[in-house]
């Protein structure tokens, strides 16, 4: 619980640190760091489109932030999120847009299987390598964002034209392929929030069930803690590995068809993998292990995120400040050790205090009677 406790603190702490040294810099470039971050504020959480939006923008995040846990769980650092996430966007809506003489509902449930079975297999292939040859994975999954993103991108132009709206990008999915909910829509005022939310929820559920009360979310916990340990145990070591990094894919996958099915409802090209899956390993880290850690810690990345849009009309500031404020944070919980040293030194100083009679209120301890005796 204490644990739990420090690692709570800790991000609560990084945000408080990463608010503080944004505002710090907008001061040192002219400008009111209250107005910014009340025009955040005002921006993130004025308007119910807004509000729709951050909770559409919360989506993947959650759902690679998910994914990043799974693999650190296991002992990987799985950096690959966004070729995962990338491919089985394209995936998914080929696959949308290749069969619409299909139900809607098989044309959904058969874009989603297809989407994330490619996120797995994009998963799998850096597990394998690890578990099999102690390659490792995170260079593997940094050149396998770069050959997802080409080979996807060179998949879109190479699409029929029946489903292709320009040279780079297709034709958008429409009501037969999309998860979009037109009351949710009309409640946020045509925002793009999908039914991918309540998705991302539920598999947190289903992922949080799995790890803390299942056997294979026992060995993965075990397989990362201690690999021989858990080997001698009796667990196979390397198809547990394997396995983890393949639900970590299918996760990132996962995020990938909301995209897709959602909130964009067609796949461009792209000039760079998608950063969704790098802010996903921020929300996970974030989120200190916990899993409503990354929920909370994927609504925070998408307030600052919706209500940056609308710094630069209000008050002045510009929008990238934004993103220096989320580099701060991520710096701050990546240097989490700096603040628990902190904390430390504020406990020992606690403690050196009471210990030396110098407590809160400033009153020396009483003597007690032996002690009087003795100086007697």
Known sequence: MTQTNNKALIAVLSVVFGLVAGAIIMLIFGYNP???????????????????????????????????????????????????????????????????????FLIIIGATLFGVILGGISGLIPGYLRAKFGASEVIITIMLNYVIL?????????????????????????????????????????????????????????????????TFGFSIEAVGKN?????????????????????SGALAGLGGVTEGLGHYGNVFVQNSTPETGFN??????????????????????????????????????????????????????????????????IKAADAASAGSGKGPKGKKPKKTNQTEEAQA
């Open 150 to 214: 080409y080979l996807g991108n060179s998949a879109i132009t190479s699409f029929p034209k029946a489903i292709r709206q320009t040279t780079d990008s297709t034709n958008q999915v429409g009501d037969h392929g999309s998860i979009a909910m037109k009351w949710l829509s009309d409640l946020t005022n045509q925002s793009s929030i999908s039914a991918g939310i309540f998705i991302a929820v539920i598999v947190t559920i289903l992922v949080w069930f799995i790890m803390k009360k299942t």
């Open 34 to 104: 209250f107005s910014g971050y009340g025009s955040l504020i005002a921006t993130a959480f004025g308007t119910p489109q807004n509000i729709g939006e951050i909770f559409s923008q919360m989506t993947p995040l959650i759902l690679t932030g998910l994914s990043f846990l799974v693999a650190q769980q296991a002992g990987f650092f799985n950096i690959g999120m966004s070729g995962q996430l990338y491919a089985a966007w394209v995936g998914s809506v080929w696959f949308a847009l290749t069969f619409p003489q299909l139900p809607n």
């Open 280 to 345: 996903g390993m921020a929300v996970a880290l974030l989120g200190s292990g916990s899993f409503i850690g990354v929920i909370l810690a994927a609504a925070l990345f998408s307030a600052l995120t919706v209500g940056g849009s609308g710094m630069p009309n209000i008050s002045g500031v510009p929008t990238e400040l934004v993103s220096i404020v989320i580099a701060l944070i991520i710096f701050f919980v990546g240097s989490s050790y700096l603040i628990q040293l902190l904390i430390k030194k």
């Open 227 to 247: 690999a021989d340990a858990a080997k001698y145990a009796g667990i196979n070591e390397k198809a547990t590995q394997i396995w983890a990094m393949t639900l």
